[in-house]
């Protein structure tokens, strides 16, 4: 029999097959289908398929139009059957057809779960929050993305997540840029529509994480951060006390702990963990050196407490912030005065950081903070893990945020806001810290920095074209260049400063261009 062809032309796409049947009856089939389509669209959840989907259901109209003329009856004959006696049988084996094509697909495509051959992964692009406080550049933040900041306010963070605070905003890229923008979802209530389509088989109930951009032209406050457990139970005795979330003195605003990366996007200067006992003792004994016979009496307490066998740098702590207001006010001028008579050659590099912060907090104690933080610089690239009870401070610089979805902080110096002592005290982890500046590889276009978390992960990706490995919910940030997204035989552009939400997916996602982003996506523990 010779081969006749006929062109499928529906949901969008136009496929030309051959088969060995009269035209007739292929144009019969094709008119079956699309009265069909409503109904199987209806029963498979398809909405925009592939064209192997297309020819699937083409394959079932196939097989049912078959079943209804009798070609496949048992006894052979091509007979026909009575409608109105059969249609029910027709029915159930119409479904079992359905059901054993759907698993064909699966089985094709890898996918353990049949039905999310049907679900189209769609790229949502994000419309984020920016908070303006005072430590914020009014110029950083515009600048990546490409807007005028006519108030010219400082923006100090870009926040990208569904944190209750300030969720992101999506689009659908696939229904075109025309969405007003007050009409638009939220993150959050996006994926609460459906869990398992957005967020995948991770055990999450909402977006783990919160990714931000922070510009700090001048120094965040000192800070640090509980552990889960430790959350849990400020959060209880908080709300048991009928301290409101949005009060000054709430420390705990969720139940989550906050550990977090920070990876510079320019040069970055920060203060992260306890240094050893003897090295602040060091440092102490040569910053007040030339100190007043009454000053050198008030800063004696803190280096015995550093000389103590248990918990030196708890206590030496406790007496820092308990010194009396004049003994803060001492400590400031003397900084100044020091810092600015002390010849280069011979002042030490944290001096410089103690003479910007007691210009900017006179009379806090934390003005000395170099002297018993750690004080790390990292390059454009650089990242920086902060566990939970990891006393830091972010001090000036450009970089990217990305930790546990939460808002929980504890401060401990350098602000105006409130400093809750006693609960900081409680939840610091009092060890020193050995910081590890965590370095990209320059020869990986997809490098995912090695941080064992179970709510995050920070990859950067750079130009060519790469597969997309980020199987879960994750949200990407271009840095510099423009990005071709190509997902399910559609292609989309994303250029510098834009961010989208890319649900879990099929690992079928394609990057190409000339770019480089960053993508906070779920993480892992090993073991």
């Known amino acids: ?91 159930i084996e119409a479904e079992n057809l359905t059901l054993s094509l759907i ?53 100090a963070e870009l926040w990208m997540g569904s944190h209750p605070e300030g969720p992101s905003k999506v689009i659908d890229i ?112 040569a910053f007040f050196e030339n100190a007043s016979r009454s000053l050198k009496a008030a800063v004696f307490p803190l280096i015995t407490a550093l000389e103590e066998k248990e918990d030196p740098l708890k206590k030496f702590l406790s007496i820092l912030f308990s010194m009396p207001e004049k003994t803060r006010k001492d400590f400031c001028d003397y900084a100044k005065v020091l810092c600015n008579n002390a010849r280069e050659e011979t002042k030490l590099k944290e001096w410089d950081l103690i003479e910007k912060f007691a210009e900017l907090y006179p009379e806090d104690p934390a003005i000395i903070s170099p002297l018993y933080l750690n004080i790390v610089n990292l390059e454009p690239g650089d990242a920086l893990f ?8 972010y001090v000036h610089g450009m970089g990217l ?26 939840i610091l982890d009092f060890k020193p810290f050995n910081p590890v500046i965590l370095k990209e590889n320059p020869e990986e276009n997809f490098y995912k920095y090695p941080v064992s978390c179970r709510e995050f992960s920070l990859s950067i990706l750079k130009g060519g074209e790469i597969p997309y490995l980020e199987s879960g919910p994750s949200i990407i940030l271009i840095m510099n260049g423009e990005l071709e997204l190509t997902i399910n035989q559609r292609t989309i552009k994303l250029i510098k400063g834009e961010s989208a939400f890319i649900p879990a997916n099929d690992g079928s996602i394609m990057f190409s261009g000339d770019f480089t982003l960053y993508a906070a996506g779920i993480g892992s523990v090993p073991g």
């Open 103 to 155: 698993s064909r697909l699966g089985v094709l495509l890898g996918l353990e779960d049949t039905e999310d051959v049907y679900k189209e992964t769609k790229i949502y692009k994000l419309q984020n929050i920016i908070k303006n406080y005072d430590w914020g550049s009014p110029d950083w933040i515009p600048d990546l993305l490409d807007r005028i900041n006519v108030s010219q306010m400082p923006w």
């Open 386 to 393: 902060i566990p939970s009870g990891i006393l830091h401070a």
């Open 401 to 426: 945020e990305l930790m546990a979805n939460s808002n929980n902080v504890l401060r401990g110096g350098l602000t105006n806001k409130h400093i809750d002592i006693p609960e900081l005290l409680k």
């Open 174 to 285: 696939f229904e075109g840029e025309n969405v007003d923008s007050q009409s638009a979802l939220l993150l959050p209530e996006l994926i609460s529509r459906d869990k398992e389509l957005y967020l995948g088989k991770t055990g999450f109930d909402t977006l783990p994480f919160l990714f931000k951009v922070i510009a700090a032209e001048k120094p965040l406050s000192i800070q640090t951060h509980p552990s889960l457990e430790q959350a849990l139970e400020g959060w209880a005795r908080e709300s048991g006390k009928g301290i409101g979330l949005d009060s000054p003195l709430r420390n705990y605003r969720d139940k989550s702990h906050k550990p977090e990366i920070i990876c510079a996007i320019s040069p970055f200067i920060a203060m992260a963990g306890f240094r050893e006992p003897i090295k602040i003792k060091a440092l102490l004994a």
């Open 1 to 91: 029999m010779p081969k006749h062809v006929i062109n499928i032309d529906v949901l969008g796409c136009s496929l030309p097959i051959s088969a060995d049947e009269e035209p007739e009856y292929l144009s019969g089939l094709l008119e079956t289908y699309r009265q069909k389509l409503e109904e199987i669209e209806k029963n498979t959840g398809l909405k925009d398929p592939l064209k192997k989907a297309v020819l699937t259901g083409f394959l079932l109209c196939d097989e049912c139009e078959k079943i209804r003329l009798g070609k496949n009856s048992p006894e052979g004959t091509g007979g026909e059957k009575n409608p109105e006696e059969d249609s029910g049988e027709d029915s």
